[in-house]
């Protein structure tokens, strides 16, 4: 797996993780870490594009759980947990910082069955992903 990290200043800045090759239980902890180093630096919105990530395994929604958990603690008007839970069975709670771009059929499945889909909005479009980032 290749990650390629690239930022869009937009009304803020976007950072984008184009990963190039499958996040499974062999390419999770690098996807990861590259993720981590990008926080650490101050990325506060990113874009996972996985137009060339036919699959990702239980061990990359792991990943993006983690990602996902990173983006929200560092988030300074941070809803609590618990208005989060109730968002998200409510229907009406999607990540401000987190969004996933051109998945695989087979991916976009993992996703929905998984309910990851309900917490992260998934584009097909990087230009209206890119744009649904708010200041």
Do not use: C, W
């Not at 051109?102 to 499945?109: A, D, F, I, K």
Request: proline residues 2%; hydrophobic residues 40%; negative net charge.
């Amino acid at each position: 797996m290749d990650i390629k990290v690239t930022t869009e200043n937009r009304l803020v800045p976007v950072t984008v993780l184009h990963v190039d090759g499958n996040i499974d239980s062999s390419s999770y902890a690098d996807f990861q870490k590259k993720a981590q180093d990008v926080i650490d630096r101050g990325a506060r919105h990113i874009i996972v594009d996985l137009s060339h990530a036919p699959y990702v395994s239980s061990a990359g929604l792991r990943a993006l759980h983690d990602i996902f958990n990173q983006l929200r603690a560092r988030d300074p008007n941070k809803m609590s947990d618990e208005e989060v839970r109730k968002g998200i069975s409510a229907g009406t709670y999607k990540s401000s910082e987190l969004k996933l771009v051109n998945l695989s059929n087979e991916t976009r499945t993992v996703f929905q069955m998984s309910g990851f889909d309900m917490v992260i909005d998934i584009y097909d479009d990087m230009e209206k992903a890119l744009a649904s980032f708010q200041a």
